[in-house]
């Protein structure tokens, strides 16, 4: 049975149907074990299975090299703010590394970093999260153990189109609100980090993809819970992972990987967003979206109704009538107000097309 909502949530968001009724079916009873996943131990071999056909589910679906580790974590996209500099930042003398500050979350990551190293911020400050500065003015700096960026800026609808060009050194991404929603040359980066709970689960495991040789540096002081090459050695069971998190992860890997892989999110994702995007660039000024268009994201779409710094009646207007229609979690983050449409890959081209026709009909009614 189909819901009668459509979930444009920024995450925790909406999963695919399928997964949730195979989850459904299987919660009593998990194949034929006679318990749930809820409560299987995660020294079974029923789970080592699981996580195992997760993990090379992942693999296959991201073209994983060789000389990559996959661990699935637990303490979130903000664990990783910590984890990243307690592992890498020692892997050069002098404990530098380089950041991009493009949103909320890359700013966040940046100041967590400074609690274990120097931080450089490689750009002007910028004074609205509303684009990427020109590469041409990144002043990096070749002794940084890495170079960090937030690939999505989830609160902002920042996201790059391109991978940043280090010249050699390590480059770690926050991929958080874009995992697996198209092809990635995981080649081209030493970490790559993201929380399952936009793109590919429900909240409580965190993906990290990190080349071989970075492991093995942490800091003396790095928690054992957050320590790679501790994790990497016991295939993320260190301690209890979180294993129900992760069985929904592998099912929707599944279902990705059923619906074309990557390449095919992205052919949806693309067709998504610019349908909600024409409606902006078509509405005379009746929406507005602050961010450039080179940069503007494909999973979450910001706007403003009615003016440019946005009219707070009537984008309450538009949260009641949207709701009316099923249409929900479309306000913006706290922090920057207006609208937010989130478009993961679980949304629908049906649905975009069905948020699509309403702003159309709500600004025909109040222009
Ligand atoms: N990075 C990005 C890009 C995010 O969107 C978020 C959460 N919205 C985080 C990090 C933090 O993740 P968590 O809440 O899982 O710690």
């Known amino acids: 049975e189909q819901k009668q909502v459509i979930n444009f949530g920024a995450g925790p968001a909406k999963l695919p149907q399928p997964v949730l009724l195979q989850a459904q079916k299987e919660l009593l009873t998990y194949s034929d074990t006679g318990i749930s996943v809820l409560e299987m131990s995660h020294r079974s071999s029923d789970f080592n299975n699981i996580l195992n056909r997760t993990k090379s589910l992942l693999r296959e679906l991201l073209n994983i090299p060789d000389n990559y580790q996959v661990m699935f974590l637990q303490g979130g996209g903000s664990g990783q703010f910590s984890g990243v500099p307690l592992n890498l930042i020692g892997l050069k003398e002098g404990r530098c590394a380089d950041y991009l500050v493009t949103g909320t979350w890359s700013a966040k990551a940046a100041k967590e970093a400074e609690k274990y190293g120097k ?199 538009f949260l009641d009538r949207a709701s009316k229609r099923g249409m929900i979690s479309l306000k913006g983050h706290r922090s920057v107000g207006g609208m937010r449409a989130s478009l993961y890959n679980a949304v629908t081209v049906e649905e975009a097309e069905a948020l699509a026709d309403f702003m159309k009909e709500f600004q025909k009614e109040h222009q």
Not at 155 to 172: A, M
Request: glycine share 8%; aromatic share 10%.
């Open 119 to 317: 931080v450089n911020v490689v750009h002007p400050k910028l004074d609205s999260y509303t684009k990427i500065p020109d590469s041409s003015s990144w002043n990096l700096n070749p002794s940084a153990s890495y170079v960090y960026y937030c690939c999505n800026e989830t609160v902002h609808g920042v996201e790059f189109n391109f991978v940043p060009e280090t010249n050699g050194v390590v480059l770690v991404s926050d991929m958080s609100s874009n995992f697996l929603s198209r092809p990635v040359d995981v080649s081209k980066f030493g970490l790559i980090y993201a929380g399952a709970q936009k793109n590919v689960g429900c909240a409580g495991v965190t993906v990290v993809i990190v080349r071989e040789d970075l492991i093995g540096h942490a800091l003396k002081e790095c928690p054992i819970v957050l320590d790679y090459k501790v994790q990497v050695e016991n295939n993320s069971m260190y301690n209890t992972p979180p294993c129900f998190s992760i069985y929904i992860m592998g099912l929707v890997m599944e279902w990705i990987k059923n619906s074309g892989g990557s390449a095919a999110m992205e052919t949806l994702n693309r067709k998504k967003s610019s349908t909600i995007y024409d409606i902006i660039n078509a509405s005379n000024g009746f929406y507005v979206c602050p961010v450039e268009e080179a940069c503007r994201s494909r999973m979450n779409v910001p706007f403003r109704v009615g003016k440019k710094e946005g009219d707070e009646g009537l984008e309450k207007k």
